[in-house]
């Protein structure tokens, strides 16, 4: 399967930037530094125009080292790489695009690329690598993206419904997914505790958002009246 066929959900995590030769997967640790600049982002011209306009010294201090944590933020990014020059698969932190530290993690062809089910989550699935996890979607979706990457990178492809199911493996040199096998996906009942523990929920999700962004926000407007009226 060719990049330019994916499905738009899977392009959002596997985008061909540096294809064919390598490609770059944000972690966890990205997400974190995409959250805080989000919240940066709405805190810093905030604290800026009431600062200014009040006169207020708590904004006042406050601007500065939120401004540069702001731009620090910006310059901060961190990526699971799997790189067919090298043939390995690694963690890569950069500032200001420049690559700062390198952790390899291991060879590419014992990276396992496993598709599972989202705990809690009724026919919503991941794929989970080197102790990274993608909420896709659909089931074709993420053995879509699973298949991408282990027949283009010579990784392992497996699958796994919930924790009580042995791994399976599916493939790594298979171009194209068999349509039968993803119309007889695996199925669970809503009653399986394997769907009731751990709830994972997509970033972007509208719940996600508000905790991310408008708590972190009305708690500092909150400790701004605190201070100013003090």
């Given amino acids: 399967m060719q990049h330019s066929n994916l499905p738009k959900n899977v392009k959002f995590h596997i985008k061909n930037t540096y294809l064919p030769n390598k490609v770059k997967l944000r972690t966890q640790g990205h997400l974190n530094i995409i959250a805080i600049r989000a919240i940066l982002t709405f805190i810093v011209p905030f604290c800026g125009v009431v600062g200014y306009f009040t006169e207020s010294i708590f904004y006042g201090i406050c601007f ?29 932190k950069l500032f200001l695009a420049k690559a700062t530290s390198k952790k390899i993690l291991k060879n590419l062809n014992d990276v396992e690329v496993l598709v599972q089910q989202i705990p809690g989550l009724a026919d919503k699935y991941q794929i989970a690598l080197c102790h990274e996890r993608y909420t896709i979607g659909t089931y074709q979706d993420t053995q ?69 962004i408008l708590l972190p926000f009305i708690c500092f407007i909150i400790i701004g009246l605190i201070v100013t009226t003090l």
């Fill in 64 to 92: 500065a080292p939120l401004f540069l944590s702001l731009v620090f933020a910006y310059s901060r990014s961190h990526y699971l790489v799997l790189d067919i020059e090298t043939g390995k698969a690694y963690k890569e």
């Fill in 144 to 212: 879509a993206a699973a298949a991408f990457l282990a027949n283009h990178f010579g990784c392992i492809h497996t699958e796994k419904v919930n924790e009580f199911t042995e791994k399976t493996n599916v493939s790594n040199n298979t171009p194209d997914l068999d349509q039968n096998a993803l119309d007889n996906r695996p199925t669970n009942t809503v009653d399986d505790p394997a769907l009731k523990s751990g709830k994972d929920i997509t970033f972007w999700d509208t719940k996600s958002l508000i905790k991310m």
